[in-house]
Antibody, heavy 118, light 107 residues
Framework: QLLLQESGPGLVKPSETLSLTCTVS??????????WGWIRQPPGKGLEWIGN???????YYNPSLKSRVTISVDTSKNQFSLKLSSVTAADTAVYYC??????????WGQGTLVTVSS | DIQMTQSPSSVSASVGDRVTITCRAS??????LAWYQQKPGKAPKLLVF???SLQSGVPSRFSGSGSGTDFTLTISPLQPEDFATYYC?????????FGQGTKVEIK
């Protein structure tokens, strides 16, 4: 059974960089069939797609965040990561990592709340 | 970016009812559409992919249809565990935008 687990600080100061890692177990991140992605959800609001990465390193970002986002992959650790720079309170959200296949994301992490506050 | 518009934003229904949620894309996305169910405090769960293919383990009372710009998720008959928020998402082109969500509430 595929499991995804987000990890990282739950509190980030304004203007600093948010860093999260998604550890994949029960399957290989190097499969050519999948993309791996990040999605976020501000408290009480809807879902926002942040970006995807392919195991070879090809990345696709939401233009609204592109100047601040970096997604990377470490195949040796079966992990992929998210960095979001210059955060503000508007970046406070639950951040999910997910596996994307075809037209849907079929496996999700449980999500981690990141609060931006001084 | 492709905009995804869901309607209604909320619906009140009773157990046993038929509920239909609509998702409209701002441009042709063929059948590159997924539907998700999300319960409070939980990650979204994939229900339907490719507009009409049911994800493994999802009950057959859920069904999806549509192509191009207009899509529908139908739940019939509605069960107690189906009260949740539902999202559509297009995967035709990046960014993979979501609809704003439809909350299915108990009548």
């Amino acid at each position: 059974q595929l499991l995804l687990q987000e990890s990282g600080p739950g509190l980030v100061k304004p203007s600093e960089t948010l860093s999260l890692t998604c550890t994949v177990s029960g399957g290989s991140i190097s499969s050519s069939s999948y993309h791996w992605g990040w999605i976020r959800q501000p408290p009480g609001k809807g879902l926002e797609w942040i970006g995807n990465i392919f195991y070879r390193g090809n990345t696709y970002y939401n233009p609204s965040l592109k100047s601040r986002v970096t997604i990377s992959v470490d195949t040796s650790k079966n992990q992929f990561s998210l960095k979001l720079s210059s955060v503000t309170a508007a970046d406070t959200a639950v951040y999910y990592c997910a596996r994307h296949y075809g037209s849907g994301s079929d496996s999700w992490g449980q999500g981690t709340l990141v609060t931006v506050s001084s | 970016d492709i905009q995804m518009t869901q309607s209604p934003s909320s619906v009140s229904a009773s157990v046993g009812d038929r509920v239909t949620i609509t998702c409209r894309a701002s441009q042709d996305i063929s059948r590159w559409l997924a539907w998700y169910q999300q319960k409070p405090g939980k990650a979204p769960k994939l229900l339907v992919f490719g507009s009409s293919s049911l994800q493994s383990g999802v009950p057959s009372r859920f069904s999806g249809s549509g192509s191009g710009t207009d899509f529908t998720l139908t739940i019939s008959p509605l069960q107690p565990e189906d009260f949740a928020t539902y999202y559509c998402q297009q995967a035709n082109s990046f960014p993979h935008t979501f609809g704003q969500g439809t909350k299915v509430e108990i009548k």
